[in-house]
């Protein structure tokens, strides 16, 4: 059995045109990281690259499985079963549970690398063995509890923010860190919201507006670093 948080009826199908902004979002930026790969060779650009495109395919699973998802439910309402928010699906359902499967581990995949980026000077092989085994284990777990899974895409972004916050601080603040910083402080709010959808659907909503900022001041910082790169050009 897999457990799952839906949208408010009203907010059904509007996810995801939100989703597809992020993925929108998510491809620019593994375009722009290939760039600079393809100039620099350097690990910190592939870690980028593979992760936000890890990522912008993570959601492409999301929206699959909404796709299966609400059209199941609106089957089943149809019928004058369910008008719940909250859903137990079974497993048995093949394409729904690759798409599950499939956008929860892409997501801490997508994580993990871009951790990475800016904690892999302080991880040895041993700690990284360590680090994909909890993952492999919080991946079991989010079939039984969204909680587990939203908990700990909060924990990597917060990780992450930390050291973004730190960056902006000892580059007196400038206008790129401080947006970059602000994008991802926005997008691990929204991993924090929905956390609680369980209790309080209408986070669900929330949370996806808050996701679509956090997406529109990602877009932001990317066209402030090729402005600011012209200008030293």
Same mark, same amino acid.
């Given at each position: @059995?897999?457990?799952?948080?839906f949208?408010?009826n ?6 995801? #045109?939100?989703? !597809?902004v992020s993925?929108i =979002?998510?491809?620019?930026?593994t375009a ?5 790969y ?5 690990q ?5 690259t593979? #992760? ?5 395919v993570?959601? =492409? ?5 909404n796709?299966?998802?609400y059209?199941?439910t609106?089957?089943?309402q149809n019928q004058?079963l ?8 079974k497993?048995? $359902? ?9 956008y929860? !581990?892409?997501?801490?995949? #997508?994580?993990y ?15 990284i !063995? ?8 919080a ?11 939203? @908990?700990?895409? !909060?924990i990597f ?6 050291k ?6 000892? $580059? $007196?603040?400038?206008?790129t ?12 709010a ?5 956390m609680?959808?369980g @209790? ?12 679509l900022? #956090? ?19």
């Open positions: @059995m897999v457990e799952l948080v949208s408010p009203w907010f059904y199908g509007k996810d995801i #045109g939100i989703d !597809a993925i =979002t998510l491809l620019i930026i722009f990281s290939y760039k600079l393809k100039v620099s060779k350097e910190k650009s592939a870690l980028f593979i #992760g936000f495109l890890s990522l912008a993570s959601f =492409t699973f999301k929206i699959f499985t796709f299966e998802l059209y199941s609106f089957e089943t004058g369910i008008t719940f928010s909250h859903s137990i699906v497993a048995s $359902n093949i394409p729904f549970f690759i798409g599950f499967i499939g929860r !581990a892409l997501t801490f995949l #997508g994580l690398l871009l951790y990475l980026v800016y904690y892999g000077d302080r991880t040895d092989r041993l700690s !063995a360590l680090q994909a085994y909890f993952l492999f284990v991946l079991y777990f989010t079939q039984f509890s969204y909680y587990v899974f939203f @908990m700990t895409n !909060a972004l917060a990780l992450i923010t930390k973004l916050w730190n960056n902006s601080a000892k $580059n $007196n603040r400038s206008q860190a401080l947006s970059l910083a602000t994008s991802f402080s926005i997008i691990t929204s991993q924090i919201l929905f609680f959808t @209790m309080f659907p209408v986070l669900y909503v929330l949370g996806e507006l808050v996701q900022i #956090g997406s529109a001041m990602l877009l932001w910082t990317l066209a402030l670093i090729l402005y600011h790169g012209k200008k030293t050009q």
